[in-house]
C-alpha cells in the first residue's frame, strides 16, 4: 500500500512563491511519473505539470516559466515549483503519482489528499 500525501499549501501574495511536496509513503521505492492537478471553484480540474518516466517535463501555458516540476527519489517525493503566483493560481492543487513498489517493477497509482493554494492581490 502506498499513500501520497501533499504539503506546501497556504496564503501567499501575489508575486510570492511557494513550493508543493507530493511525498510517497508506505511500500513505494520510488516515484515513476507525477503530474500536478488544479481545481479552483467553479472550474474544471486542470492539468498543471507533469513529470514523465524519461525525465521530460511538460506545463499548462497558463504556468509555463513560472512553475517548476521535479522529483527527489532520494526522497520519494515530487515538488511543484511556483513562483510569480497570481490571484488566478488559487486553487486546490493535487498530485497524481505513479511509484514502483518492488524490485519487479510493479507500479501503484494514486491520488494525494490536495492542498490549497490562496493567492492574494
Known amino acids: 500500500q502506498v499513500q501520497l500525501v501533499e504539503s506546501g499549501g497556504g496564503l501567499v501574495q501575489a508575486g510570492g512563491s511557494l513550493r508543493l511536496s507530493c511525498t510517497a509513503s508506505g511500500s513505494a521505492l520510488s516515484i515513476n511519473t507525477v503530474d500536478w492537478y488544479r481545481q479552483a471553484p467553479g472550474k474544471q480540474r486542470e492539468l498543471v505539470a507533469e513529470?514523465?518516466?524519461?525525465?521530460?517535463?511538460n506545463y499548462a501555458d497558463s504556468v509555463k516559466g513560472r512553475f517548476s516540476i521535479y522529483v527527489d527519489n532520494a526522497k520519494i517525493t515530487a515538488y511543484l515549483q511556483m513562483n510569480s503566483l497570481k490571484p488566478e493560481d488559487t486553487a486546490v492543487y493535487s498530485c497524481?503519482?505513479?511509484?514502483?513498489?518492488?524490485?519487479?517493477?510493479?507500479?501503484?497509482w494514486g491520488w494525494g489528499q490536495g492542498t490549497q493554494v490562496t493567492v492574494s492581490s
Open positions: 513529470f514523465t518516466r524519461d525525465g521530460t517535463t
Open positions: 497524481n503519482a505513479e511509484t514502483k513498489i518492488d524490485m519487479d517493477g510493479s507500479t501503484w
